[in-house]
């Protein structure tokens, strides 16, 4: 039924129609009960149409020739219109041999437009959820219709069917990654055409790709993807995360030869490469960031930096170039800076025993505190060698005899070799007694955190009882004004009513008449009350 603002599709049910007639039972003002059901709704303005098989092809009165099968409607072609919008053309019927429709305008040109009949018998078929003979069908579709049929069957929520049929690369792509076949959507990236490996819709795809994978925990997956579509940040978002120190530093050689100066330098701070970070500052011209970067981490070159960055800025400022300051020309203003240049050595002696080998990420709840150590400090709190040799006791001297008188005439050479031997400290004992004195540090920072946090608790819970004190006094303060309101509120009404009753008292008095007794019954009055 084709009305002016939609279209309705009934079912009529003959036999019940045939059966209520035969009974009499027919009404003539509502008919025939269940003849007709409402099987959807068209809600388009069908100017003519035409119905193959199951499927209903009709324009519609913008000039859009469409087929609709099970209520999902499909769109063939935009017909010409006329100067008000509305469509010129009439369909004249469908050539099944063929597989065309026809149709005819007002002046009364033929026109004709492929339309499948196995491809309306298909989704016919899937509309009725036959698959059995949708999968019949299937074959005698040319496979240049495959992309239609697919997206057909995506429309009606049956993706892993239209994965299985489409033909088009992106729609099977778009679909494995909906359906979390990252599997297959990489073997389709890798398929791709060399041509077109370095293209942005290609890069994309592989960015794409990358998300689905981290999202689905498959790492390695992920990294090829972030690899292959340059995705710097994602990588180093993903090796900080997992503690790939080696894909850390192939990715900051990476990231600085592609210019991505930024996540090159966050790659070799991490890992402890600060040679290069310093180098990409100062490559960059980023002059002032490299001085005080090398202030922190590599204080053996701040004196270069500081001359590079006055011969930069004395192109703009001669005054503001000459009031910069290095350690060679003024020692003084920084503080430290010798055991500074210790500790950078310390560093580069751990970074090079311990090169290849990291912390890993498992560990980062016990190794944090580590970071919280001051180096400079620690050095500092270790004894002075010199004080410690001043402070030695010499031996008490003994009476020699000619035995000992010889061995005081050695050779120098032998007494020297053996003085070098008893000062001599392996490298390994250093070592050993830095990282002691680090974990002795870590050890009490972790005694004084918990003592802070013992004195905060026990300041909590006494501010809390001071709290309650308070609210209890004024708790009390507040039922003693109570009280007292309301005894001054007895008192006056006491007050009110005794003056109320000396009113009326002396109003009796005054009314009082004359007769027997007179005043001597007044006066006998006034000594009673």
């Known amino acids: 039924i084709a009305c002016k603002d939609g279209a309705y599709v009934l079912s009529y049910n003959a036999q ?25 709704e068209i809600s388009d303005t069908v100017s003519s149409g035409k119905w193959v098989g199951d499927c209903f092809i009709y324009l519609n009165s913008a000039g859009r020739l469409n087929y609709s099968v099970g209520g999902k409607i499909q769109t063939l072609v935009h017909m010409e219109t006329s100067a008000s ?46 698959f059995d003979v949708a999968n019949e069908l299937l074959p ?48 389709l990236m890798q398929e791709s055409p060399e041509e077109d490996k370095d293209t942005t819709d290609t ?97 053996s070159r701040v004196d270069e930096i500081v001359a590079l960055w006055k011969a930069d800025l004395a192109k703009v400022s001669e005054s503001a170039a000459e009031a910069l300051i290095s350690p060679s020309t003024d020692m003084a203003s920084f503080p430290d800076f010798n055991i500074a240049l210790q500790v950078e050595q310390i560093f580069l002696s751990q970074r090079s025993s311990s090169k290849g080998t990291v912390i890993p990420s498992t560990d980062y709840l016990t190794a944090k505190d580590d970071l919280e150590l001051n180096l400079i400090e620690l050095i500092k709190s270790r004894p002075d060698p010199a004080v410690e040799a001043l402070a030695t006791p010499e031996p008490e001297t003994m009476e020699t005899d000619v035995g000992e008188m010889a061995v005081e005439d050695a050779p120098v050479a032998e007494e020297n070799y053996e003085t070098a031997e008893d000062e001599a400290v392996p490298a390994e004992a ?23 946090q013992a004195e905060a608790e026990a300041a909590r819970i006494q501010a809390e009882a001071e709290a309650a004190r308070i609210q209890a006094e004024a708790e009390a303060a507040r039922i003693q004004l109570e009280a007292e309101a309301a005894r001054l509120q007895a008192e006056e009404e006491a007050a009110r009513m005794q003056a109320e009753a000396e009113a009326n008292l002396a109003q009796q008095i005054d009314v009082a008449p004359e007769g027997e007794g007179g005043e001597g019954a007044a006066d006998d009055f006034e000594d009673d009350w």
Not at 17 to 39: K, R
Not at 96 to 120: C, G, H, P, Q, T
Not at 155 to 160: A, P, R, V, W
């Open 16 to 40: 019940a129609a045939a059966s209520a007639i035969a009974t009499g039972q027919v009404s003539v003002e509502d008919g025939i009960d269940g003849t007709f059901d409402l099987l959807y």
């Open 85 to 130: 919008g509305t469509t010129k053309h009439s369909i004249l019927g469908y050539l099944a041999r063929e597989d065309r429709v026809y149709v005819i305008d007002k002046s009364l040109n033929i026109s004709s437009f492929k339309v499948m009949l196995s491809v309306l018998e298909y989704q016919t078929a899937v509309m009725r959820g036959d």
């Open 140 to 187: 005698s579709i040319p496979e240049s219709e495959y992309t239609t049929v697919a997206r057909f069957l995506e429309s009606q929520g049956f993706k892993e069917e239209a994965l299985a049929v489409t033909t088009d690369p992106d729609h099977k792509f778009d679909l494995a990654l909906e359906l979390g076949h990252v599997d297959v959507a990489h073997s």
């Open 203 to 299: 890069m994309a795809k592989w960015k794409r790709l990358s998300d689905a994978a981290l999202k689905d925990s498959n790492f390695e997956l992920c990294e090829a993807a972030s690899l292959a579509s340059n995705d710097y940040a994602g990588l180093l978002l993903m090796y900080s995360a997992i503690g790939n120190h080696t894909g850390m530093v192939s990715l900051a050689k990476s990231a600085e030869d592609d210019g991505k100066t930024n996540i090159a330098f966050s790659a070799y701070l991490l890992t402890g490469d600060v040679e290069s970070c310093v180098r990409i500052l100062i490559s960059t011209n980023r002059l002032p960031e490299a001085a005080f970067f090398a202030r922190t981490y590599l204080p």
């Open 430 to 452: 250093e070592d050993a007694a830095m990282q002691e004195e680090v974990e002795s540090a870590r050890i009490q920072a972790e005694a004084e955190a918990a003592r802070i």
